[in-house]
């Protein structure tokens, strides 16, 4: 091993000055960390800086991809976008990529309020519309049902009348529409089969309970329909 002089050192250091290479030394703290041309703080900040940028970017990208989702959805009137689906606005129903109508909200509503009533029994159950006529109460609960809408809905007997031989050929009931049978008993539309010849409905004082049960135009007097007061919206 060769051992330099005191005076080589000095040759050596000044040989590196000259050429401009740094001259390193040691330190006696507890950072023996040498960093050319920075220091490690300012490292460190600088990566958490960058990291910081990364999360930011990171969110500005969900959002665009977000609104990236809805950039080409069409949706209906009354609906909005959202994650690249098409919604109902609050107290509007149907088809969220064609139209969305508050006609079709509270005939859903009514129709939700009639089915959770199935099973309900006289006798067994108390409810408000087997209070007004024990026994005969099959009119109070379609009654009852548009109350509990609290859409201010006319009475239900009050309804335009279409009877099934002078209806229109292409006019069908709805739901929510009473139907009212060749015999005393009445009852309210839940939904019609695809080809609308079955009429499905939600029924109450049937074997002294509420029901679900279906018919056909044979055995319907009329239908009281929500057509004309929906109009007036």
């Known amino acids: 091993m060769t051992i330099l002089t005191r005076q080589n050192r000095i040759a050596l250091l000044l040989s590196f000055a ?3 290479l ?6 006696d703290s ?4 040498y960093v050319y041309g920075g220091d490690s703080d300012s490292d460190s900040d600088s990566d958490s800086d960058s990291d910081s ?4 970017d990171t969110d500005t990208d969900t959002d665009t991809d977000a609104d990236d989702l809805c950039e080409e ?11 690249g689906t098409c919604y109902c606005e ?5 088809d969220p990529y064609d139209e969305c109508t508050e006609e079709e909200y509270i005939r859903s509503m009514l129709v939700d309020i009639a089915t959770a009533e199935i099973g309900m029994c006289e006798g067994v159950d ?14 109070d609960f379609v009654a009852w049902v548009y109350e509990q809408a609290n859409a201010g809905l006319p009475t239900p007997i009050s309804l335009p009348q279409m009877y099934p031989g002078s209806m229109p050929p292409d006019w069908r009931p709805a739901p929510g529409d009473l139907v009212k049978y060749t015999y005393q008993h009445y009852g309210m539309v839940a939904s019609l089969s695809t080809d609308e010849i079955v009429i499905y409905t939600i029924e109450g004082n ?9 018919t056909t135009d044979a055995e319907v007097q009329y239908y009281g329909y929500l057509e004309d007061w929906f109009d007036l919206l």
């Open 18 to 20: 000259m050429l401009g």
């Open 22 to 27: 740094p001259i390193l030394g040691c330190d």
């Open 30 to 33: 507890e950072d023996d960390s």
């Open 53 to 56: 940028d990364s999360d930011t």
């Open 73 to 83: 959805v069409v949706c209906g009137e009354n609906a909005f976008c959202e994650d």
């Open 90 to 94: 609050d107290e509007f129903a149907g």
């Open 126 to 139: 108390v409810r408000p519309y087997m209070q007004y006529q024990p026994g005969l109460w099959c009119y």
């Open 206 to 214: 049937v074997s002294s309970c509420v029901m679900a049960r279906s």
